[in-house]
C-alpha cells in the first residue's frame, strides 16, 4: 500500500544514547516533514524538507538532526538523547506547499528514554 | 506565530446524535484547513481538506467548513456511531509555519 512507512515503531534508550529513526514514502512527494506529539502540547514540527536537498528547523529543532537522504526518505537523528524526548515521533510527506492532497502520515515511532 | 485552538477538548454524546467540532485559528494566511482523526496508539488518518478559496467539504457523514476571514472551521458529524470514538485534530498550512495543529477534540460515542 502507498504511503508513509517508519521504523522503528516502539525504541527505548537510555539517556545520552543515540538512534535515528527512519522514513520512507513512496507517493513521489516533494516534502517531507518530522513531527513529534505530546500530551497537553499536540502535534509539534521538528524539522522539515521542502524539497530534495534542502532541511529547514520547525518550532523544537533543539537536539535533533535530519537527513533528506533522496526523494523518497527523510531521517531524524537523536545524537544524545535525553528523558525530554520521549515522545511519539511522526513523519509525514506531502507533495508541496498549498497541494490540494494534504498531508499523509506514517504510524508513528514510539520513543521512551531512560 | 499560528495558533489553533479546538473546543470543546472532550465530548461524550449517545449514539445517532449529530455534532460540531470547532476550530479557530489566529491567522488567516492559510493555503489549506485539514481534519484528521486519530485512534488511541494510532497515526494520523485524514478525513477531509479544505483549500482557502473552499468553503465546504463533505465526505458521507461528514462536512467541514471554512470561514478564512473570521478564522473558524467547524466539522460536523451527522448521525454519529460508536466506530466515531476517536480524537480529531484540525491543521491549518501556511508557508512559515507548514502543518500546525490544534490539540484535538476527544469524541466518545457511547452505545
Known amino acids: 500500500n502507498a504511503g508513509v512507512t517508519q521504523t522503528p515503531k516502539f525504541q527505548v534508550l537510555k539517556t545520552g544514547q543515540s538512534m535515528t529513526l527512519q522514513c520512507a514514502q513512496d507517493?513521489?512527494?516533494?516534502?517531507m516533514y518530522w513531527y513529534r506529539q505530546d500530551p497537553g502540547m499536540g502535534l509539534r514540527l521538528i524539522y522539515y524538507s521542502a524539497s530534495e536537498g534542502t532541511t529547514d528547523k520547525g518550532e523544537v529543532p533543539n537536539g535533533y538532526n535530519v537527513s533528506r537522504l533522496n526523494k523518497r526518505e527523510f531521517s531524524l537523528r537523536l545524537e544524545s538523547a535525553a528523558p525530554s524526548q520521549t515522545s511519539v515521533y511522526f513523519c509525514a510527506s506531502s507533495e508541496a506547499l498549498g497541494s490540494i492532497y494534504g498531508y499523509t502520515f506514517g504510524s508513528g515511532t514510539r520513543l521512551t528514554v531512560v | 506565530k499560528q495558533e489553533v485552538t479546538q473546543i470543546p477538548a472532550a465530548l461524550s454524546v449517545p449514539e445517532g446524535e449529530n455534532l460540531v467540532l470547532n476550530c479557530s485559528f489566529t491567522d488567516s494566511a492559510i493555503y489549506n484547513l485539514q481534519w484528521f482523526r486519530q485512534d488511541p496508539g494510532k497515526g494520523l488518518t485524514s478525513l477531509l481538506l479544505i483549500q482557502s478559496s473552499q468553503r465546504e467539504q463533505t465526505s458521507g457523514r461528514l462536512n467541514a467548513s471554512l470561514d478564512k476571514s473570521s478564522g473558524r472551521s467547524t466539522l460536523y458529524i451527522a448521525a454519529s456511531q460508536p466506530g466515531d470514538s476517536a480524537t480529531y485534530l484540525c491543521?491549518?498550512?501556511?508557508?512559515?509555519?507548514?502543518?500546525?495543529f490544534g490539540e484535538g477534540t476527544q469524541l466518545t460515542v457511547n452505545p
Open positions: 507517493m513521489n512527494h516533494n516534502s
Open positions: 491543521a491549518v498550512e501556511t508557508s512559515g509555519s507548514r502543518l500546525t
